[in-house]
């Protein structure tokens, strides 16, 4: 089923207008860059600082559970190596195949920002430009993720797996936010207090 997926994107779906754009749009996931930058920005600003917070312990949680322990635990070979009729559009990849790092590290950031604007964030409030701002990072990680297929790199379970951890570390780093806030916060006025 895998397999019959990455085959038929290949044969219905890649032509000369979509292929550069899903190469291009793929490359923007390498090493998580894109996703750290955000969330580095965020926290540079003091109006956004938790949310940047949020994103950041997202995409740290996600990169552990991903990279440092599925990816090497399973070890799945990567599905140009396997399916002969399945063409390559980009260079080789370095490591294992599930589940994947790019849909995993998007859907980091998108979850971050979704739960933080579901369940309430300094700096990230419900309003119009903020539901704008997460339906726009959610539908390019979903085009991300589809981007992983379109070039042959991942089995759409590996995509899927990768969606599924980014989403839970999304909502693991929300959480963890709150309680490191609160935490510091608690210190906070215990010091001001002493003084």
């Not at 991903?66 to 063409?87: D, F, G, Q, S, W």
């Not at 980091?108 to 990230?124: I, W």
């Not at 990680?141 to 992983?148: P, V, Y």
Request: proline share 3%.
């Amino acid at each position: 089923m895998d397999s019959d997926i990455l085959l038929y994107i290949q044969e219905y779906l890649r032509n000369d207008l979509l292929t550069p754009f899903m190469v291009f749009l793929t490359h923007t996931g390498d090493y998580g860059i894109l996703c750290i930058a955000v969330s580095v920005i965020l926290i540079l600003l003091r109006k956004t600082r938790c949310l940047g917070h949020v994103i950041a312990f997202s995409i740290a949680i996600e990169s552990i559970i991903t990279n440092l322990l599925l990816k090497n635990l399973i070890a799945r070979t990567r599905p140009y190596e396997v399916i002969e009729e399945l063409e390559l559009l980009i260079g080789e990849q370095p490591d294992f195949s599930f589940p994947s790092g790019h849909a995993g590290v998007t859907f980091a950031l998108a979850g971050a920002m979704l739960f933080a604007f579901m369940y309430g964030v300094k700096g990230f409030e419900k309003n119009k430009r903020n539901s704008l701002i997460v339906l726009l990072v959610l539908i390019y990680a979903l085009l991300l993720a589809f981007s992983r297929l379109f070039v042959g790199v991942h089995y759409p379970t590996d995509v899927l797996g990768g969606m599924l951890i980014g989403l839970l570390s999304g909502l693991v780093g929300y959480r963890l936010e709150k309680k490191v806030r609160a935490a510091w916060e608690s210190r906070s006025s215990k010091k001001a207090a002493e003084v």
